[in-house]
């Protein structure tokens, strides 16, 4: 696992992101832990040699073969790792863990520390430098990885775990252990690098937007290989690959579809994935009788932000209005720019008793007030403030469940807030009743009067 750019920024002040391909642009936060994270990896590895026995013929023999299957697997899949590695989200997950963590259970820590060092150099030298990784981030992954081993080494040392074999029943409790303690430094450490980079952001949504799945799975595969070795030839790891090859390209086909509904300038969705997700949510609402909301948002005077500071830091303003929707919404909801400065979101799985139009509106006046506390700092021309937006809202069941009457509602309810004076937000009030001809109203009234 490896860490990779930056979750979505807060609300408030945004700065240019710091230069990300040099150590001294990070924040002074996460600058710090990165340089912690290396020096324990270093005074674990050097505590490692000190402690350890000289290597045996047979554990040099298996750490070449592990650095030689590893370096057959990157080979075999260079080009899908450039590529998986280019478009990654919030960070990307190798599968060289299947060949670290099967070290971790096999080695002394000395041998596994020099699996770690040769498939993190091969990796850099065939991937993370031809897909444009600066150099600290393959640095500190690698780092994380070697604590993670040398956690391995330590409960393995607790409980006497390299005493006979690992495919035996009562190791399959320890290798199940190994592999949660492994997980749990190398992910901790990774998230939380990148939690730091990005306050305001969620832990969660960045742990899960890096496929911790993928991750455990690709560690399982490692489990097998390493009691493969341990207990039987060990030319029959290299069955491992294949499998391995299948995960990564159908891993690929994921995040290209994920690429594919995302809106290029802002890291939203589109809007033909925005409409789709959008009808699946308010179905499944239908079906659950919850309420939903559409809001739609439209940045005030954006044309003469374009005209005073030109297009690149338009550009930057859209960019920080979509990090205030990121912000601003749950994980379950649904942000989209819509086209030019116009913003779409659905909320969704409402309590229909809850007011969802009290609620929907909440959510609109934190965006209101998020983007009205902008100071955006852009690259061509300095500092931009004094942006404001518009919004317009409309709920489930009042303006009907389908999408495009919500969408029509809350688009009339923007024409009353720009009408209004515009930095404000308008919710659709609910369509009359209708009466049929010839029915009486009640109280004897006549409607229209």
């Known amino acids: 696992m490896t860490s990779g750019p930056v979750a979505p920024r807060p609300a408030g002040r945004r700065r240019r992101a710091p230069d990300a391909r040099s150590l001294p642009g990070l924040p002074v936060r996460p600058l710090l832990l990165v340089l912690v994270v290396e ?23 298996l750490c070449g073969l592990l650095v030689l299957m590893a370096a057959v697997h990157t080979e075999l899949s260079v080009n899908a790792e450039r590529l998986r590695r280019r478009i990654a989200a919030t960070r990307y997950i190798n599968m060289t863990s299947v060949w670290t963590f099967a070290a971790a259970l096999l080695l002394p ?30 640095v500190y992954s690698a780092a994380t990885v070697l604590l993670a081993v040398h956690a391995v080494a330590g409960l393995l040392a607790l409980v006497d775990g390299r005493a006979g074999s690992l495919a035996a029943p009562q190791n399959a409790a320890l290798v199940l252990g190994a592999l949660v303690v492994y997980t749990a430094v190398n992910t901790l450490l990774v998230v939380s ?55 990564e390209q159908t891993t690929l086909v994921r995040q290209l579809e994920a690429q594919v509904d995302t809106d290029a300038k802002t890291g939203l969705l589109n809007p033909a994935a925005w409409r789709w997700r959008s009808r699946q949510m308010l179905e499944r609402d239908t079906r659950t009788d919850r309420a939903a909301a559409v ?53 969704g799985g409402m309590r229909a008793d809850d007011t969802p139009a009290d609620r929907a509106r909440e959510v609109a006046e934190r965006i209101r007030r998020g983007v009205r506390a902008l100071q955006v700092d852009t690259a061509t021309a300095g500092r931009v403030t004094g942006m404001s937006v518009s919004v317009g809202v409309a709920t489930t069941p009042d303006h009907g469940t389908d999408l495009d009457g919500l969408l029509a509602a809350a688009d009339a ?17 609910p369509a009359p009743p209708v009466v049929a001809e010839g029915s009486t109203p009640p109280f004897g009234l006549s409607y229209g009067t």
């Open 39 to 61: 020096a324990a990896a270093v005074a674990a590895v050097v505590g490692g040699l000190l402690a350890g026995a000289p290597p045996a013929r047979a554990g040099v023999l």
């Open 193 to 247: 690098v990148l939690r730091l980079t990005a306050p305001g952001s969620r832990f969660l949504a960045i742990l899960l937007g890096g496929d911790i799945g993928l991750e455990l799975a690709t560690l399982s595969i490692g489990g097998l290989v390493a009691v493969v070795l341990a207990d039987s030839s060990p030319w029959f790891a290299l069955l491992a690959v294949l499998p391995l090859l299948v995960v």
């Open 295 to 347: 809001l739609i948002v439209d940045l005030d005077h954006f044309k003469a932000v374009n005209d005073r500071h030109g297009h690149l830091a338009g550009d930057d303003v859209l960019q920080a209005v979509a990090d205030v929707l990121t912000v601003e919404v749950r994980d379950q909801d649904l942000a989209g720019r819509f086209g030019g400065e116009e913003f779409v979101v659905t909320l």
């Open 413 to 429: 309810a923007l024409y009353e807030a720009k009408h209004a004076g515009r930095d404000r937000v308008a919710v659709r009030r």
């Open 109 to 138: 820590p000395g041998l596994a520390t020099v699996v770690v060092v040769l498939i993190y150099l091969h990796l850099y030298l065939r991937v993370a430098r031809p897909s444009g990784t600066p150099p600290h981030r393959q």
